[in-house]
């Protein structure tokens, strides 16, 4: 049954603006009446005197009911997902300054760029490989992982790269907000909590686990922050090929280390060494892929907008 979102949709009509402008990726409020918004990657700021501290203390409210979360001095950070799809991080005192808010809302792109808009838009001018690498990388189920910082274009690519995936094959993704979006008619969605912790019902780790049982000829997994990375490795390298990820890393080689150090969070590898860990990686790991949205590339010439900067690949995949 869905859920009743009237109550949340009247506290966002003073946001209505924002979130219908053309490009935006980021709405930020850190103060009452004062709103920044992020278009084509350019901050702007906006006054709103309709946004005071009262009234966005009760969409904080109307946003913790809305996803059954509590929010105030004893829960000070709230994680949730607008009606709309967009992500919304919530947090209050003492978290912030007493008398004071904080609301970032990600709105996720709705468009999907191909392959062939990325080449054109030189995203693969800086590096030795162009889209026809990734294309015969996909068709041949190699494993991907996409590196990057927020909002440098992981999960865009990482689109791209999924429509190049068969029509006919099983698609399951893993995700904590609806932005793996396919033309694939056979496939199924699985959302997790972002707040999900371990111990919890439902975690990317659990549904790694329940998706081995739901027929996939591909698995899909938005984003690697934590333990599942383990669970992650594992599903790969256990007949599940070609799946692909995104993390946040500085470069290839810091992704590796990254990867690490969310394994040996997971209990079922804390006996494993490190340099274990790291010859594991590598085994099952086909590609790194950083890309950035720098606006000055490599050597100082001009970057044009969302670009590679870097890419890994296994040596006997060259």
């Not at 910082?149 to 993704?173: C, N, Q, V, Y």
């Not at 907000?177 to 056979?186: C, G, P, Q, T, Y």
């Amino acid at each position: 049954m869905k859920k009743d979102d009237s109550s949340l949709r009247y506290y966002l009509q003073p946001l209505t603006r924002y979130l219908t402008l053309e490009g935006v990726t980021e709405i930020v409020i850190n103060r009452e009446c004062e709103v920044f918004t992020e278009v084509n990657g350019q901050w702007q700021c906006d006054k709103n005197d309709e946004l005071t501290f009262s009234f966005l203390s009760s969409l904080c409210r109307a946003i913790a009911a809305y996803s059954d979360n509590d929010f105030g001095d004893h829960a000070p950070i709230l994680s949730a997902q607008l009606p709309d799809g967009e992500r919304i991080q919530c947090v209050c005192a003492p978290v912030v300054k007493a008398g004071q808010l904080s609301l970032t809302i990600r709105k996720p792109s709705t468009y999907v760029l191909s392959l062939a808009d990325f080449e054109q838009q030189g995203f693969f001018d800086y590096v030795p490989y162009d889209a026809d690498f990734f294309r015969r990388a996909i068709l041949e189920k190699k494993t991907i992982v996409i590196a990057g910082g927020t909002g440098s274009g992981k999960t865009t690519f990482d689109r791209a790269l999924m429509e190049i995936i068969p029509l006919d094959e099983r698609l399951i993704t893993i995700e904590d907000v609806s932005e793996l979006i396919s033309s694939h008619a056979n496939q199924i969605n699985l959302f997790y909590p972002s707040e999900a912790k371990a111990g919890d019902l439902i975690t990317a780790a659990s549904l790694l686990k329940s998706c081995l049982r739901m027929k996939p000829d591909r698995i899909l997994l938005a984003e690697l922050r934590g333990a599942e990375a383990f669970d992650f490795i594992n599903v790969a390298s256990s007949g599940h090929r070609g799946s692909l990820t995104t993390c946040h890393a500085d470069n290839c080689a810091m992704t590796f280390e990254r990867l690490a150090m969310m394994i040996m969070q997971n209990p079922a590898a804390q006996t494993l060494h490190y340099d274990v860990i790291q010859r594991l990686l590598h085994d099952v790991i086909d590609i790194v892929v950083h890309v950035d949205n720098e606006k000055i590339g490599k050597n100082g010439r001009p970057a044009k907008g969302r670009h590679i900067t870097e890419i890994w690949v296994r040596e006997n995949e060259k």
